[in-house]
């Protein structure tokens, strides 16, 4: 008895394990969170155990999975609500220099390391694909719809799901899914209507900007800093919800906040979203570096756009970044 129990159990891995990296990403376009979309795939993995008896074929195990994972993610939202970002809570703050502070009740929205995403590497058309439907703007964006706008959308304009099968989750009618999508694209371009720049990480270009970014933040030096915004950039960073847009509020409050001085930083580079990103180290009375912050960085005509410094150092780890830095 045991032993059969093992053998099935080792059986059905095999059977989903191939579909593991795909549904963690659906799971956090839905959630906008990487530690509540590993929760919500355990969840679906567990679902699907319990149910793989009455599983006949009917469909295929991909959109089987996909139906148990979304109508998770459905519940979820149901009872956590969406995760913002600063910016998307209210106007932005015009006094740079006046304490911030945290709201950790709020659920925030998380970042995503690239490993995530579900891109055939073989493949430069899958890679674009994921990057563009991972990339932060677009997840924020999807946070304003309703679950099922949500849902319809990306299954619809990111899975390339035919609108019957979509119809068939629901329980409802092919016209009532078109009429969702609708609804859904017309509320994404209002929160989102502009699209990011996804140059490709070894864009000589941008490598050299990002490099000159992170030696600027090293060398404590702001005026270097500031040349590589734009004017209408912004910088957010979740806990806080207060969100700073233009190049003078960025740099009064780095030089107010941060007040790092020479050797005090470093950057690791990394990413997240299909978006270059850095893990910030701050040198602490032990003299090593310690996990900071994590930033997200939006790039558009050769300038940054955009910087979403996540203070949550939890999730130094998905991203494989170090526990710390040695000093020196």
Same mark, same amino acid.
């Given at each position: 008895?045991?032993n059969?129990?093992?053998?099935?159990?080792?059986a059905?891995q095999e059977?989903?394990?191939?579909?593991?990296r795909e549904?963690l990403?659906?799971?956090y376009r839905?959630?906008?969170?990487?530690?509540?979309?590993?929760?919500?795939l355990?969840?679906?993995?567990l679902?699907?155990?319990?149910?793989y008896?009455?599983?006949?074929g009917?469909s295929s195990?991909r959109?089987?999975?996909?139906?148990?994972a979304?109508?998770?993610?459905?519940?979820?939202?149901?009872?956590?609500?969406?995760r913002?970002?600063?910016?998307?809570l209210?106007?932005?703050?015009?006094?740079?220099?006046?304490?911030?502070?945290?709201?950790?009740?709020?659920?925030?929205?998380?970042?995503?390391?690239?490993?995530?995403?579900d891109? @055939? %590497?073989?493949?430069p &058309?899958?890679i674009v694909?994921?990057?563009?439907?991972?990339r932060?703007a677009? *997840? $924020? !964006? /999807?946070?304003?719809?309703?679950?099922?706008q949500?849902?319809?959308?990306i299954?619809?304009?990111?899975?390339?799901?035919k609108?019957?099968?979509?119809?068939?989750?629901?329980?409802?009618?092919?016209?009532?899914?078109?009429?969702?999508?609708?609804?859904?694209?017309?509320?994404?371009?209002q929160?989102a209507?502009e699209?990011?720049?996804?140059?490709?990480?070894? @864009? %000589?270009?941008q490598? &050299?900007?990002?490099e000159?970014?992170?030696?600027?933040?090293?060398d404590a030096? *702001? $005026? !270097? /800093?500031?040349e590589?915004?734009?004017?209408?950039?912004?910088?957010?960073?979740?806990?806080f919800?207060?969100?700073f847009?233009?190049?003078?509020?960025?740099?009064?409050l780095?030089?107010?906040q941060?007040?790092?001085?020479?050797?005090?930083?470093r950057?690791?580079p990394?990413?997240?979203?299909?978006q270059?990103?850095?893990?910030?180290?701050?040198?602490?009375? @032990?003299?090593?570096?310690?996990?900071?912050q994590?930033?997200?960085?939006?790039?558009?005509?050769?300038?940054?756009?955009?910087?979403a410094?996540?203070?949550?150092?939890?999730?130094?780890?998905?991203?494989?970044?170090p526990?710390?830095l040695?000093?020196?």
């Amino acid at each position: 008895m045991g032993n059969s129990t093992i053998e099935q159990d080792r059986a059905f891995q095999e059977l989903v394990d191939p579909y593991r990296r795909e549904l963690l990403a659906h799971c956090y376009r839905m959630l906008g969170s990487i530690h509540d979309a590993e929760d919500l795939l355990q969840e679906t993995y567990l679902r699907a155990w319990r149910s793989y008896d009455d599983f006949e074929g009917r469909s295929s195990l991909r959109t089987w999975l996909y139906r148990i994972a979304t109508n998770a993610c459905l519940t979820a939202i149901e009872q956590r609500g969406r995760r913002p970002m600063p910016s998307g809570l209210g106007a932005p703050t015009d006094e740079p220099e006046r304490p911030v502070f945290a709201s950790p009740e709020v659920p925030w929205l998380e970042p995503v390391p690239d490993t995530v995403l579900d891109a @055939d %590497p073989s493949d430069p &058309a899958t890679i674009v694909a994921a990057r563009e439907s991972t990339r932060l703007a677009f *997840i $924020a !964006a /999807l946070q304003h719809l309703p679950a099922r706008q949500r849902v319809v959308l990306i299954l619809r304009d990111v899975l390339k799901w035919k609108a019957a099968e979509v119809a068939e989750l629901f329980d409802t009618s092919v016209a009532s899914v078109n009429s969702a999508l609708q609804r859904a694209r017309a509320q994404l371009e209002q929160a989102a209507p502009e699209r990011d720049e996804l140059a490709e990480p070894t @864009d %000589p270009e941008q490598r &050299a900007l990002l490099e000159r970014y992170a030696r600027a933040f090293e060398d404590a030096d *702001i $005026a !270097a /800093l500031v040349e590589l915004f734009k004017q209408d950039a912004t910088w957010e960073m979740p806990p806080f919800p207060q969100w700073f847009s233009g190049i003078d509020h960025i740099a009064r409050l780095i030089a107010a906040q941060c007040a790092p001085s020479p050797g005090e930083l470093r950057m690791v580079p990394t990413a997240a979203n299909g978006q270059p990103a850095f893990g910030m180290y701050r040198r602490g009375p @032990d003299g090593a570096y310690h996990p900071f912050q994590l930033e997200v960085v939006t790039i558009a005509g050769g300038r940054i756009s955009h910087v979403a410094a996540f203070l949550d150092t939890t999730l130094f780890p998905y991203f494989g970044l170090p526990e710390a830095l040695p000093a020196g």
